[in-house]
């Protein structure tokens, strides 16, 4: 029971913080339907007859995703152990 209250309350905590961040949208050019990406994505995913172009999307886009939150805690990482004395030890 305590530790169902605690996790609840790491929960919402991080649900406060994730509501903190600001949202955007995405660039015109990312999400315009007659740009390169576009084009490129239309003709990978029409070879999914052969091959699962959109697991294969889906697992770069997670892999990719991984490496960016990685750094980011690196890079927190490393504030932090300048922010305590630690002279940077952490890199």
């Given at each position: ?75 927190t ?11 940077g030890?952490?890199?």
């Amino acid at each position: 029971m305590i530790v169902e209250w605690f996790l609840g309350l790491l929960v919402s905590l991080l649900e406060t913080m994730v509501s903190a961040l600001p949202s955007f949208d995405p660039p015109g050019w990312f999400t315009n339907a007659n740009s390169g990406f576009a084009s490129v994505f239309g003709v990978a995913n029409s070879m999914g007859v052969w091959l699962p172009v959109g697991l294969g999307f889906t697992v770069l886009a997670a892999v990719l995703t991984c490496l960016v939150i990685g750094f980011g805690i690196k890079v927190t990482r490393i504030a932090a152990s300048f922010l305590t004395a630690g002279g940077g030890s952490a890199g």
